[in-house]
């Protein structure tokens, strides 16, 4: 049976907040709100908590969740290497909508499905997902949405989807809302991916835009120029 939190209430924070963490550590599903759109959360290091969160889903292996991290320390940790244009669009964008695929450690020990060696990593730009990550460490998660349906807004949202495959919902009011004006589609609050394994060390390669999202083209181009973006 799933269990609700308004965390506009302290004391329902708090209490969420800790059976969230205690979820989580027994391989169950949490909702939780991002600056972008609620996510369906699971411990990226418990292969079983990652397959129930692709089931709640209905998606298969060949669609991996991102990654949510509280810091860039932990971007270092877990991506092979993070060419310089990663590291300027991360001290742009993050905490914030942009979600990088770069080449995975090798010596993570974790399966998010048919990564190909790789991993999408973002740090959300929210109070409440950077204190539970900070608690966690990095998190699989994806929308928190049946696939094939609208991203959740809110946590009421996600519930009328996802139902009781998860065990807590932190409920933060509505998701996304400082985004509205600044996304390439009017009312498309989630991030834009941006795959940077074509893009080697030493800077030469491009980046492609996988998701067009709350980040435009423009204000990627505009810290690592136009021409390092693939058309």
């Known amino acids: 049976m799933s269990q609700t939190f308004d965390c506009a209430d302290d004391d329902e924070l708090l209490t969420g907040m800790r059976l969230a963490r205690a979820a989580l550590g027994r391989g169950e599903l949490v909702v939780l709100p991002t600056d972008t759109v609620y996510g369906l959360a699971a411990d990226a290091f418990s292969p079983a908590a990652v397959e129930r969160l692709l089931e709640a889903k209905g998606r298969g292996r060949t669609s991996p969740p991102p990654v949510l991290i509280p810091g860039i320390p932990t971007l270092d940790a877990l991506a092979r290497e993070v060419p310089q244009p990663v590291r300027d669009l991360v001290a742009a964008f993050w905490p914030g909508g942009l979600t990088v695929i770069l080449h995975a450690q090798p010596s993570l020990q974790w399966d998010l499905g048919e990564t190909r060696g790789t991993v ?62 600044i996304g390439e589609r009017p009312g498309d609050t989630s991030s834009t991916i941006v795959d940077a394994t ?23 181009a505009g810290v690592v120029g136009e021409e390092l973006i693939a058309p």
């Open 120 to 181: 999408a990593l973002r740090m959300p730009d929210h109070r409440i997902a950077l204190e539970l990550l900070a608690e966690t460490g990095p998190l699989a998660v994806s929308s928190a949405n049946l696939s094939g349906q609208p991203s959740a807004a809110s946590a009421g949202d996600a519930e009328g989807m996802l139902g009781d495959s998860v065990a807590v919902y932190l409920d933060g009011g509505a998701a996304g809302t400082g985004y509205e004006a």
């Open 198 to 220: 074509g893009l080697a060390a030493g800077g030469s390669g491009l980046l492609r835009i996988v998701r067009a999202g709350v980040i435009s083209r423009e204000a990627l």
